[in-house]
C-alpha cells in the first residue's frame, strides 16, 4: 500500500512539472512504474491537445483558362449586364438572368444570338461552341453592352 502511494505522488508531481514549466510535452518520455493494484486507482494522465492542421485554400482555375464546359451567370441588374466582360471555354453555357423590374434583351452584335424580351426573373442560356470575342447588348436599352471572350 505504501509502495502505491508513493508511485502515485511521484506521478502527480511529475504532472505537475510537466504543467508548470511550460514544456510542450505533456509527460516524461518513461512513464512512471505503477503497482498492477494502483494501475485501476492511478489518474489518468493528461492529454496532449493536438494542434489544427492550416487550412489549405482551395485551387481556384485562372480567370482566362476555365474549364471545358464550365457555365457561366450573367446577372441583369441595375440596367446593366453583370459582370460586363466574362471569359469562358469553348463549349460553356452562359445563363442570363434578368433582375430588373424592366424586361431586356441579349443579343449578339454580331447576330449569332438573340433571346426574347426577358420578364423579371426569367432567363436566356446560350451555347459558345466556337473560340471568339462575342460583343452583345440589350436591343430594348442600347446603352447595355457586355462581352463574353470565349477561348
Not at 494502483?38 to 489549405?56: D, E, H, L, R, Y
Not at 471545358?68 to 459582370?83: D, L, N, R, W, Y
Amino acid at each position: 500500500m505504501r509502495h502505491t502511494r508513493l508511485t502515485a505522488l511521484t506521478f502527480a508531481v511529475g504532472l505537475a512539472t510537466a504543467a508548470c514549466s511550460g514544456a510542450s510535452s505533456p509527460a516524461p518520455a518513461t512513464p512512471p512504474v505503477v503497482a498492477p493494484s494502483a494501475q485501476a486507482s492511478a489518474a489518468p494522465s493528461a492529454a496532449t491537445p493536438s494542434a489544427a492542421a492550416p487550412s489549405v485554400p482551395a485551387s481556384v482555375a485562372p480567370a482566362s483558362a476555365p474549364p471545358a464546359g464550365a457555365g457561366s451567370a450573367v446577372s441583369i441588374a441595375g440596367f446593366s449586364f453583370q459582370p460586363a466582360t466574362i471569359t469562358v471555354a469553348v463549349g460553356a453555357t452562359v445563363t442570363w438572368t434578368n433582375q430588373d423590374s424592366a424586361g431586356h434583351t441579349v443579343t449578339a452584335d454580331d447576330s449569332s444570338f438573340t433571346s426574347e424580351r426577358l420578364a423579371t426573373g426569367a432567363t436566356f442560356s446560350h451555347t459558345f461552341a466556337t473560340a471568339g470575342t462575342f460583343t452583345y447588348h440589350c436591343a430594348i436599352h442600347s446603352s447595355m453592352k457586355a462581352t463574353v471572350t470565349v477561348q
